[in-house]
């Protein structure tokens, strides 16, 4: 079937007689003209912002934003750079306190050792702004956020395709900086940004080893480190909470497509000043947050915004990646403070590291230090009677404390219940058999 005939039955156009080929040729010199014009007007829409007509009352991105037009083989684009020294601060930190990341620690985050082999220059911390939140074919990034580490200082870039025939030329850029490293910085981007980037290149016809560089995401290692006080782990929720970071006037990630798109029909460049600004922040916080989470693992104390359940919660992670030096060094932490400022979910917490640790004396002292406050806990008074029971082989002492525990007022569900009064059925045989 001919290109024509294909095209005809799409439109519903039926072959009422056969066509002779003087005819043919019209045909197919009218599919051409048609065609040709449909390749003209995507071009002039595809036009650069400089060889459009631009309304009188908008102002130009360049003075707007501090940036340049650049470059390649593949086209233009838009790049704006940024240079910050390790006095600046960011919320509650000097940007300097990121510049030595402890990378065995940042091994740990990443659950992979491979990172911990380099240095902190050679990470890529990468943040993507796009013409949609839910990711998929049709959706661009449109804005690429990137900062590295390089003499004392934290670099900032942010390639801006200015319309989607900039986007070979932007992605051509990203992949030449990609290329000079050897890990990457994410927040929530091995569910996203990378993804939807990987397939950028492939619809442009690019090559390019993002994807395949080790990948540090911190989305989740601040969830299991932080998000057991936050009301959720957003990066906008860490910067404000722990991070001390304060954004005036943040545009909302919802509302960035629309304002692209806005942009795309009048380029005025005061629509995009406020994404470049959000971008730029995202960047730099995921440096800053880095160094807070690899801090924590080190079991370095004087910080601020870190609170003791974090030490908990990054103890438990440790135990996760088999990593009982770091987790000793954590527990430390508590063996010189006092725990009166822990919680009572805190102290539990604690009294189980302590006891897969091989610490069962500091463990007892803090089911001790339970039941004082609630003597009808049952992970108290279980896990106490187990001690007794199997380590001290105090049946007696057990028994009490079960009978106490099941005779007081309390709330055990059933199956607590059940296990506690299994408990005290066979100590009373061991009794009883006089072991």
Not at 207 to 225: E, G, N, Q, V
Request: hydrophobic share 40%; aromatic share 6%; glycine share 6%.
């Amino acid at each position: 079937m001919s290109s024509i005939d294909k095209l005809k039955r799409l439109t519903g156009e039926k072959n009422s007689k056969p066509v002779t080929s003087s005819a043919k040729q019209a045909q197919i010199d009218e599919l051409r003209r048609k065609m040709d014009a449909i390749i003209s007007r995507r071009t002039q829409s595809s036009k650069p912002a400089s060889q459009r007509n631009i309304p009188d009352n908008t102002i130009h991105l360049e003075k707007i934003v501090p940036g340049e037009e650049m470059e390649n083989k593949h086209g233009k684009f838009f790049l704006v750079s940024d240079t910050l020294a390790g006095k600046c601060r960011h919320g509650c930190r000097n940007i300097a306190e990121a510049f030595g990341l402890d990378m065995k620690a940042a091994a740990v985050l990443a659950n992979d050792p491979v990172i911990g082999n380099y240095k902190c220059d050679d990470g890529l911390f990468l943040d993507t702004e796009t013409t949609g939140l839910a990711g998929g074919t049709g959706t661009m990034a449109f804005l690429i956020g990137l900062g590295w580490f390089e003499e004392g200082c934290f670099h900032v870039r942010q390639i801006l395709a200015r319309d989607f025939s900039e986007e070979r030329a932007a992605l051509a850029y990203l992949s030449d900086i990609a290329s000079q490293k050897k890990f990457l910085v994410t927040f929530n981007g091995k569910a996203f940004d990378v993804n939807l980037l990987s397939t950028r290149f492939i619809l442009n016809r690019l090559k390019s080893d993002l994807a395949s560089l080790p990948h540090l995401d911190l989305l989740h290692p601040s969830r299991r480190i932080l998000g057991h006080r936050l009301e959720n782990s957003r990066l906008g929720t860490l910067e404000a909470e722990v991070l001390g970071v304060y954004r005036e006037d943040d545009i909302p990630g919802w509302e960035i497509p629309q304002r692209y798109f806005d942009w795309l029909k009048n380029r005025d460049g005061r629509l995009l000043a406020a994404i470049f600004e959000h971008n730029r922040l995202d960047v730099i916080s995921m440096a800053t947050l880095t160094a807070h989470l690899t801090e924590i693992i080190c079991a370095r104390e004087s910080m601020q915004n870190s609170h003791a359940a974090d030490y908990l919660a990054a103890a438990r992670l440790l135990l996760k990646r088999r990593d009982a030096d770091r987790v000793v060094k954590i527990l430390n932490i508590f063996d010189e403070r006092s725990g009166g400022d822990l919680s009572v979910i805190s102290k539990k917490e604690l009294s189980f590291l302590y006891k897969r640790t091989g610490r069962g004396h500091e463990a007892v002292q803090i089911w001790q230090e339970v039941l004082d406050i609630s003597p009808v806990d049952f992970s108290a008074v279980s896990e106490l009677a187990k001690w007794m029971e199997h380590r001290v082989r105090d049946y007696h002492q057990a028994k009490t404390l079960v009978e106490n525990a099941l005779s007081e007022q309390n709330t055990f569900s059933d199956k607590e219940r059940e296990s506690l009064s299994h408990r005290l059925k066979r100590l009373k045989i061991k009794i009883k058999d006089g072991r």
